[in-house]
């Protein structure tokens, strides 16, 4: 299964991909968990991406396109991978199709803006392992600390209100055409993400069987 994910920012997309990951024994490469870490390091690429990152904007394509071509070369990606977080413009699509990976599907997530701003403020990621979390609809079992590594839960600085609004207007300017880029591939599917967590994984699931 060589899967895309597509959805607003917060929309759910590394929820998700964690539990289609569990189902599929793929694995997922978030290209926003990417970027984060390169920026913790302090890395060349991490340097680059730090100021986009931090306005709500979109790293520029040519850098994604390379960290993707080099991670997707790497083993564990032989048997299928999900991709969340790329591609976000149509130049990310073409580059992928040009490199001659085969996508199955598209799996968009579909949730309204005034949904994602409420979100959004809930929003707590592990500052080690990049698992997500949120305060209300999916607390970890301790207060703070990521249920998968032991790691720090910390809120994104990109998650605050008015990044999360620059965020939605880029997402409606660059990454919504693509549903009609891959509608156009007959692989888009689209899911209602507003719900439960387990009310979406089942829809999700589905969408991929069938
Ligand atoms: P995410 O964790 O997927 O929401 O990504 C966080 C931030 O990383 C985004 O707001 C962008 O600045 C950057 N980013 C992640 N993936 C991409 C991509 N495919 N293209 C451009 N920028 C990206």
Redo the contacts with the bound molecule.
Sequence with gaps: MKLILLGA??AG??TQAEKICEAYNIPTI????I??AALKSGSEIGLK?KS??ES??????E??IEIIKDRLAEDDCQNGFIL??????IP?AEALDNMGVEIDKCLNIEVADESIVKRMSGRRVCESCGASYHVMYKKPSKDGICDSCGGTLVQ?K?DEESTVLA?LV?YHKQTEPLKDYYEKQSKLVSVDGEGSVEEITEAVLKALEA
């Design positions: 920012p917060g997309k590394g978030s290209t926003g968990n970027l984060r991406a986009y990152m709500g904007a979109l790293v520029p394509d850098v994604l969340d977080g790329f591609p976000r413009t990310q994104r990109d965020r880029n």
